[in-house]
Every structure is written in C-alpha cells, then in structure tokens.
C-alpha cells in the first residue's frame, strides 16, 4: 500500500505563492503517476496537474488550463517526494488540496479514476 501526506498550505494574498510538498511512502514501486487536485466548498473535486512516475514518460507533466503558466509540479524520485509551486495565487485557487497517486492511462491522467491512493488534504486559502 502506498500512504500520501501533504504539506505546506496556508494563507496568501492575492499574487502571492505557496509551495506543497507531498511525499510517498509504503509500496511506492507501483506508481505511474502522482497527481494533484483541489477542492473549493461547494464543488467537485477537479485535477490541477500530474507528473509521471515511471516509465517512457517519467518526469512529464501535465497542468489544467486554469492553472498552466503558474503552477508547477516538481520530484524528488529519491525521496518520493513531489512539490507543486502556486505562483500568481488568486482567490479562486482556494480549495483543499489533495496529492494523489495512481496507475492512469494517458486518458484518465486527468481523472479522479485514475488515481487509487489519496493524501488527507492541505488546505489553500487566498485573500482578496
């Protein structure tokens, strides 16, 4: 079993940054992909991006548009650890913030289904 734990959330004005941290441990061999998603009160859970873990395709990444250009993903692969830098922070990135980790195919990448481990949450705010 793979366990996840996130870290690193807090409060930031608007146009500020925030680093999260989440690291693996437990049966981590398994993992294609670690992913990141967020959820605001009131709505669905929605991917924000993933890096891949293994294979031909090791170290890509991938961003929602709403986030492409200021956020990014980053792994340390020794430590099981990866990062998402938030930069140009607006109100409406406010959300928990879940680190997931999974096997998806290209399709479901994107997908909750992709993903079979998730972390507890950190949770996100930003001020107006």
């Known amino acids: 079993q793979v366990q996840l734990l996130e870290s690193g959330g807090g409060l930031v004005e608007t146009g500020g940054s925030l680093r999260l941290s989440c690291a693996a441990s437990g049966s981590t061999g398994g993992i294609h992909a670690l992913g990141w998603f967020r959820q605001a009160s009131g709505n669905e859970r929605e991917w924000v991006g993933s890096i891949r873990w293994s294979g031909g395709s090791y170290g890509n990444t991938y961003y929602a548009d709403s986030v492409k250009g200021r956020f990014s993903i980053s792994r340390d692969r020794a430590r099981s650890v990866i990062s998402l830098e938030m930069n140009n922070l607006k109100p409406e990135d406010t959300a928990v913030y879940y680190c997931?980790?999974?096997?998806?195919?290209?399709?479901?990448?994107?997908?909750?289904?992709?993903?079979?481990?998730w972390g507890q949450g950190t949770q996100v705010t930003v001020s107006s």
């Open positions: 997931a980790a999974g096997r998806p195919i290209q399709s479901t990448i994107a997908t909750m289904r992709g993903y079979s481990t």
